[in-house]
């Protein structure tokens, strides 16, 4: 233990939250979960200040670099550093609190408050801390957090409300905790500091703030049995029953898959139709130079279910780090 305070965060859940237990099942908050898509979205925005982040699934591609020591440049990336790896014990004690300050064992259900505490257990520095806090406020403010996010949206009277369709992970920031000032320029200098190893990016390159876009107050859903919003927008045929002939880029892939099973992966589209002050549209393009046209495309594509959209609603990195900044680091 440090003499460096613990820090919280306070939360309102806009949505359920989804940890998923053993069984998959909701009803427990499994703070390893949460911690795990808090870790994805630092990598995420690690990766969008130009520093390398390495994908702690992969065996081919996580942390540590076996042949150093761990105090070694080179033995492990910037994310490591604070969240941990073989032989790197991470830095901090990491708790869900409910709104009295005690443990949070049940599922975080919409409209509760909720705590997240950070207790350094090795001194953690100012640029570290203003990561995790421009962190905390990215999954609130764009994206989501959880094992489970939204499965398929839909307008469908008879479906709107069936549990497959129910968005989950959207929280409020309340309330953060007060950290030295860093500069953007700063936190660009640390994350690409020489010592820290480099991985090759490769397939997940993706996953990187330099990708991701938002659409505020807008959302993407299934209309009828004959026209889907989101299925459009990710490449999937809109017609129930009709086979994609192989998934896009955009929709992920489904399990399963012929000759050889293939493992599952997200979708690289999702959107929030509720609560209403939460709707939000967010994804990542695989290539950077399909930013350039992606608000127009949108704009085409969805001429009259986003009536009156603009293009300049679609917020990107720069708008997004500005504004990040602005409220917190």
Known sequence: MTNQGAKEYTFEALTDLWTGDADGKPGRTITTGLLGSIRWWFEVLVRGLGGGACDPTSSRNRCPDSRKKATDSGHHCVVCELFGCTGWARKFRFEVLDENGKAKAEQITKGQTFKLRFTPLRPILPQEWALLDLTLRLIAEYGAIGG?????????????????????????FIEGATSSPVTEAELRDYVTEH????????????????????????????????????????????AKGQSSQGDSWLAGRRAGGQPKPQDPESKRVLSFKSPREAVRTFGFVQFLDELKNLGQELKTQLEKEWAGFEIAELKKKPDILDELFKAGA
């Not at 939204?150 to 479906?159: G, I, Y």
């Not at 390159?205 to 990708?211: D, G, P, Q, R």
């Open 195 to 238: 010592r820290w190893r480099q991985p090759q990016h490769d397939d997940f390159a993706w996953a990187s703030l330099k990708n991701f876009w938002c659409v505020k107050g807008r959302y993407l859903a299934r209309q009828n049995a004959n026209a889907s919003t989101f299925n459009r927008v990710i490449g999937r045929p809109e």
């Open 148 to 172: 489970k996010t939204v499965l398929k949206p839909s307008d469908e009277p008879s479906r709107v409300n069936k549990p497959h369709h129910r968005d989950y992970g959207l929280i409020q």
